[in-house]
Nanobody
């Protein structure tokens, strides 16, 4: 019904920047919120940030506040995650997710992308 495709991951030195993109397609009319989650090897998938499509209201987990910025381009059905001042602990697979309401919980999101790898070296 809804497909999400992430891109923009890669290898970067600590202190560097990356911009991730998430392109949505299909029947997206019921997905009002898009979020970014991340999962490091052996760890639980955790919430990073979210944005509401209509209002642009954003929210961030404490560990990325002041460093990451989420944004959207409604005409392109694309959500971005601009990551700056990257740290080795940011290393993870980053996933785009879409759901019907603002939430920090995985079970609230109905659609998921395949993930894009972000590796930050020290």
């Amino acid at each position: 019904q809804v497909q999400l495709v992430e891109s923009g991951g890669g290898l970067v030195q600590a202190g560097g920047s990356l911009r991730l993109s998430c392109v949505a397609s299909g029947r997206t009319s019921s997905t009002y919120v898009t979020a970014w989650f991340r999962q490091a090897p052996g760890k639980e998938r955790e919430f990073v940030s979210r944005i509401t499509w209509s209002s642009g209201v954003t929210y961030y987990t404490d560990s990325v506040k002041g460093r990451f910025a989420i944004s959207r381009d409604n005409a392109k059905n694309t959500v971005y995650l601009q990551m700056r001042s990257l740290k080795p602990e940011d290393t993870a697979v980053y996933y785009c997710a879409a759901g019907p309401r603002r939430s920090e919980y995985r079970y609230e999101y109905d659609y998921w992308g395949q993930g894009t790898q972000v590796t930050v070296s020290s």
